[in-house]
């Protein structure tokens, strides 16, 4: 099993980032896929799910109208659109299956 994330990197405030994760080994389109993030000093918090389909989507608070997650089965890839960035949203972001993670990706948020 492996989960893949990329396209983390360096953004200035109010930009964009897509993080996408790729998933092999496990049957993808059964699966909700999740993304959480963790801050330095601070817990991991839950950002996004979606459900095996796609239909469904739940986001935190703190991410709700900024956010966006969307998967696509065919190429068994999740992925987080992630506008209006800001400072607090700097973290290592990981996708989450059930009980597998992937290695993370860093988003650092910063004029």
């Known amino acids: 099993v492996q989960l893949v994330e990329s396209g983390g990197g360096l953004v200035q405030p109010g930009l964009s980032l897509r993080l996408s994760c790729a998933a092999s080994?496990?049957?993808?389109?059964?699966?909700?896929m999740k993304w959480h993030r963790q801050a330095p000093g601070k817990e991991r918090e839950l950002v996004a799910v979606?459900?095996?389909?796609?239909?469904?989507?739940n986001y935190a608070d703190s991410v709700k109208g900024r956010f966006t997650i969307s998967r696509d089965n065919t190429k068994n890839t999740v992925y987080l659109q992630m506008n209006s960035l800001k400072p607090e949203d700097t973290a290592v972001y990981y996708c989450n299956a059930r009980s597998y993670w992937g290695q993370g990706t860093q988003v650092t948020v910063s004029s």
């Open positions: 080994g496990f049957p993808f389109i059964w699966y909700d």
């Open positions: 979606i459900s095996s389909g796609g239909g469904t989507t």
